[in-house]
């Protein structure tokens, strides 16, 4: 299972961290990614990190603002996002991928999904 949390309400050009915290099954995640659904829009993929060596991707509008890392002793992926736009502004969703194939800015490629935490950038 995967809880995500952190998100709230912020002003353009500020921070948030938003964390993903698993528990269960942790030991056969692949990687763990974050996507972001805003109202009327499509998920689309943020970042992703891959547990084996902590190689990170990520979407080029978020590229140098958001930063995804893991901390493996809590089994837990942290997303920093500094210089928030109004265009950030969605409910964030973390995701576990358990296998190698296919590729990782893909929503159907992940198995397992969190439950989603609301980020808010006003202007």
């Known amino acids: 299972q995967l809880q995500a949390s952190g998100g709230g309400l912020v002003q353009a050009g500020g921070s948030l961290r938003l964390s993903c915290a698993g528990s269960?099954?942790?030991?056969?995640?692949?990687?763990t990614g974050w996507f972001r659904q805003a109202p009327g829009k499509e998920r689309e993929f943020v970042a992703a990190i891959r547990w084996s060596d902590g190689m990170t991707y990520y979407a080029d509008s978020v590229k140098g603002r958001f930063t995804i890392s893991r901390d493996n002793a809590k089994s837990t992926v942290y997303l920093q996002m500094n210089s928030l736009k109004p265009e950030d502004t969605a409910v964030y969703y973390c995701?576990?991928?358990?296998?190698?194939?296919?590729?990782?800015?893909?929503?159907?490629?992940?198995?397992?999904w969190g439950q989603g935490t609301l980020v808010t950038v006003s202007s």
């Open positions: 269960g099954r942790t030991f056969s995640i692949y990687a």
């Open positions: 995701a576990a991928k358990r296998n190698p194939f296919g590729v990782l800015y893909a929503a159907v490629q992940y198995n397992d």
